[in-house]
Every structure is written in C-alpha cells, then in structure tokens.
C-alpha cells in the first residue's frame, strides 16, 4: 500500500514511455536486514558516526516529554540513522567494500540515479524516520567529504522525486525537497504577529526530511550572496557553515513513533531558486508546474512567531514567487492555490526556460510558469500548433505523444 499522497503510487509506464527509465521496489525490511546482518562497511559507519556526533548538534527535545526517549537511546537512535543513510546510498550506488564481506549482489546495487524512501507511516511507527538519511543523501557532502548530491524523495513522492532530478541535472547543484505548507498574507501576517510584511506574500517551504543542507544558503559566492553551488565549487568552509548553521531535534513521536532526527535551519535570503512539480493528470498524463522566485529573510520577530504555527523544528525556506500577469502568478496566493501537490522541488536559479525546453523534448506540457515568453526555446515544430504557445504545448505533446513510447 503506498501513502494517500498521489506521488507515492510510482507508475512504471510514465517513468519507462517518457522518461526511459526503470524502476526497481526494495521493500523496507531490506534497511533491517541489512543493519542486523551488518551488511554496510563497518569501518565506515564508525567514521560516520564520529563526523556526526561532532557535527551535527542534537537539540532539545521540545515535543515529547515524558513519552521521550532517553539519551542513551537517542544514541542508539544516532547510530542507526547513520546506517540507514549508508545502506540508502549502497542500494541506490553499489559498494565494493561489501563484495570484500561476501556480499557480491549487495555491492552491485541498482544504478538509481535518484530514488525514495517510502517511511511514513507503518516503518516510523516502529522505526527512526528517514528524515536524516534524506537529509544527507540530498546534500553535497557527508563524512566523505563534498561530493554530487544524490537525489532520494521523502514519502518516496516519485513525482517530485523526478522534479528535484530535473533540477539537479539542469543545475548542477543539490535539489530540496520541501511542503508546500501554507500561504501568508501580508494581512494575515499583521493579524497573527502585529507586524507589517515587507514583501506581497510568503510561501512557506518546509519539510521533515529532505530539504538538503546546500539549501541553509550558508555557501558565499565572491561577493558575500548565498548560494547553492556545485560540487566542484563548494569548499570545506562553505560545508563547515552549513552545519553549524544547523541542529538536529528529536522528532515527535505522536507521529514518528520510532524516533528520528530532523533537521533545522533558517534559509538566508536573496538565493534566485525555482521551485517546480510534476503532475500526473488521468486522462491527460504528465504536467510540469514552475514557479521562479527567491528566498528572503523576514523580520526574526515574524519569522518566530509564524514558525510556531506550523513545525519550529523542521527546517524553513521563506519563498517569494516572481509576480507577472499570468493568472497563475497575478498574486502569491494563486501561485499556492494552483499548486497541483503539497509537495515542491527546490532548485538554485532561475532555471524555468530549461525546464520548459527539457519538458518539450520529454513531450511533457508545461501548465504553469512565469518565464519570460522571450527566453522560451521550444522545438520549431511546435510553431505548427498555434499562436497561443501554452496550447500548442498541449497539442504537439499530445500529438507526438512519449517519446521513448
């Protein structure tokens, strides 16, 4: 059984006709399997857990009370999130120190380019949550060191799993994972904090579990702005800021059960990100929603007081979308209110004109965005299809159908 959210029933067909991709299912018990027959690189997992414990600061625990864990169980909880996190990495990779254990299969792993974890609600009501294993699989450096990002969903939500890979191979940087939790007015905000927002709206980004690190804005460019960099250009320094900038708080277990860790970080302000969606639609098939925008930084006095409405120990993006006069984007409320998921994926610039070239070649219509109609390059044949370029779109992608079909 997979979760109510749409995106966590993968459909084979979509990924094989118009992405040529396959899809391989590794039941949770794996994870299990794995952890209680020690089948990870043992030597590893004794130098992930020392980098963890110095670097990532477990905060207090502000949910649980008396129904919280100790902290000699906490430790426990510590040491196999780490294991989660390797044995997520080998099933996605491969491992040869695994074939060197005896375990040839398991250090072939599956070639994933990006993958899932399914978690919610029958593993985390006996298990830790996944949420630090997505956490670190999503960011650009672990106890290794820096290196590419993976790409791993929380609630295996496939879809949105598709849209941050998207936006990784068009970035070349690290892609977030975030709900799109809740809207705010400039009114509503005067009303719940009695100060006045200095920017048309917010959208509030936040998630459990993979919102990668990159994502705090803690890297610098040259001249002192945020940013999400590649791999190759992310520094020691720039990893070092990153998890200062967050802590870890034992996760609540009226809904996690078993425990786990999230991850807690305040986004800086001023990253150009674009955030997008893909949608499956039946009757129609797949549809790809881009929202170009930036992180800002609010007044801390709000930013306290609207973080207590939702989740204060999960990690928070405050995202402003690019206004235009395209009714999805005529205010920030309708760029929310015509969101096809409470699910985004987060990615570093404005990447929407790829976005849309790589949809049409995917043969995947594009049915929400505020790109610039001057920087949109689709094939020439889609001229053949009208004058309305959204409706074109439809009809050549309709018309030519999947293109690995």
Known sequence: MAMGIAGSIVDPEFFEDYLN?????VDMCEIIRRVNEKIYDEEEFERALAWTKKNCRQYQDIYNGANGKSQADQEKVWEYVVKMTMIGRDLMAGNPKLAEKGFREEAEGHNAIAGGFQG???WTDHMPNGDFMETVLNSSFDWNGIREAFVLATENDALNGTAMLFGHLLSNSASGFSDVRTYWSKEAVKQATGYDL????LIHLINSGATTLDGSGQSLDAEGNPVMKEPWNLTDADVENCLKATTWYPADRDYFRGGGFSSNFLSKGGMPVTMMRLNL????????QIAEGWTVEIDPEIHQKLNMRTDPTWPTTWFVPRLCDKSAFKDVYSV?????ANHGAISYGHIGQDLITLASMLR???CMHNVDENEIFRPAAWNAFGMDKEGADYRACTTYGPIYK
Request: charge should be positive.
């Open 21 to 25: 991709m396959r899809c391989e299912s």
């Open 120 to 122: 919610q609600r029958q």
């Open 198 to 201: 200095d920017v048309p709206g």
């Open 281 to 288: 639609i039946k009757g129609l098939g797949p549809v790809l």
């Open 336 to 340: 929310m209110n015509n969101w096809g």
């Open 364 to 366: 995947i219509p594009v």
